[in-house]
């Protein structure tokens, strides 16, 4: 099969000849599987002893067919050897770290990670004994330094919320492996389109499929990619936690996956005018995107990456009630949180995300009052920016 993205998407993970002839996956709809008689209950039982490849499914909480082919895909697209998916990308994220990590171990985590991670890893993990150190995002000696003898993962994103940072990831490598330190990274922003993290060394990737892989804002999800032996581990520790997807969430991510490479090409492309317009207009304070020069990040993106995502983030010169004045005004985007899907989403991070802090916590944060995260869509560039003109007009 073709190596490109674009056909691994269609066709990877799935048998060329389907149940019933079906050119779909069909959506196995059931919790229970049945055994026609005692002997083959017992052959399963002791291949499932013996950790062999089972030939068929038990309990609905262990795996379901169309489950599965997703997963055989997901892995193909990231260049894993294997893929769990889960009820969504927190789940994916939270369920994986309590199964790798044990009382008395330590992560670090960088700054810049989706705020629930980090809540997850501060406050949660603490009550288990395990300890978090969080540094910088993008600063490698910090990241250096803070790891201990009895650090076992660095956590980071690529590219992340809302600011769009890009990790180094030869980088961090280079800092965990000597030290016996693996690397957990969340490539939600990038999708295998324009990064496959493993390539660098990374040990296991995660993604809300909620997000670019579904890409149709209908669903929850998330997934975990890396070896075998891990992701054998993580499927394990998923029959006792329960973090399962159903069948018909798996075939809906299927059938999403199957139009990634068209919908983040035009979404990369979407970015990225979309980027160069606001940076041009008078109005515009600052623009977060890597595919711009003035990004920090932009030679690593440039060099790492083959696309820039579609989502960017700015300032207006406004405050607080203009900002939201603004995104009032305009046409196209809805206002609400997630990104990814192929409408386009805008929202105020102050006034979303990051509501429930005080004012002073936030700007901690370096969430601005003015900070606009737009998660572009698929819609036509021309009238993205026509709708983002006559909405600056206004403020």
Not at 30 to 40: D, K, L, M, P, Q
Not at 257 to 264: M, Y
Request: proline residues 5%; contains cysteine.
């Amino acid at each position: 099969m073709s190596k490109t993205i674009a056909t691994q998407s269609v066709h990877a993970g799935e048998d060329k000849v389907k149940p019933y002839h079906s050119l779909t996956m069909p959506i196995v709809q059931t919790s229970t599987y049945a055994f026609e008689n005692t002997a083959a209950l017992i052959e399963h039982m002791k291949r499932k002893e013996d950790r062999k490849p089972l030939e068929r499914e038990e309990y609905g909480r262990y795996g379901n067919p169309t489950q599965h082919a997703v997963e055989r895909k997901l892995a193909v697209l990231e260049g894993g050897e294997a893929a769990l998916l889960y009820a969504s990308g927190m789940c994916a994220i939270t369920s994986t770290l309590l199964t790798l990590l044990s009382a008395g171990d330590h992560v670090v985590l960088t700054d810049d990670c989706y705020r629930r991670t980090r809540e997850f890893c501060l406050t949660y993990l603490k009550r288990f004994g395990i300890e978090a150190t969080l540094v910088p995002m993008c600063d490698y000696e910090a990241m250096e330094a803070a790891i201990q003898n009895n650090t076992r993962w660095i956590f980071s994103e690529t590219p992340t919320n809302p600011y769009l940072r890009v990790l180094d990831l030869e980088r961090v490598t280079e800092i965990a492996r000597p030290r016996g330190v693996k690397v957990f990274v969340d490539s939600t922003f990038a999708t295998p389109c324009n990064l496959r993290p493993l390539e660098y060394g990374i040990n296991l990737v995660t993604h809300s499929v909620t997000k670019y892989l579904a890409g149709h804002n209908d669903l929850l999800g998330g997934v975990v990619i890396g070896l075998e032996e891990t992701i054998a581990k993580l499927r394990e520790a998923q029959g006792v936690l329960g973090g399962v997807t159903d069948p018909h969430n798996a075939y809906l991510l299927l059938r999403g996956v199957k139009t990634l490479a068209i919908r983040v090409a035009k979404q990369n492309e979407n970015g990225l005018r979309v980027a160069r317009f606001l940076e041009s207009h008078p109005k515009i304070r600052r623009v977060y995107y890597p595919g711009l020069p003035s990004h920090p990040d932009h030679a690593l993106a440039a060099r790492q990456m083959t696309g820039f995502g579609g989502v960017v983030s700015f300032e207006p010169e406004a405050d607080l009630e203009r900002t939201s004045a603004f995104i009032d005004a305009v046409r196209i985007p809805y206002i609400g949180p997630s990104l990814g899907g192929v409408e386009s989403i805008i929202e105020q991070p102050a006034l979303m995300s990051h509501f429930t802090l005080d004012r002073e916590e936030r700007l901690a944060l370096g969430i601005k009052d003015e900070l606009v995260r737009y998660a572009l869509g698929i819609e036509d560039a021309e009238d993205l920016i026509a709708d983002l003109e006559q909405a600056l007009e206004k403020v």
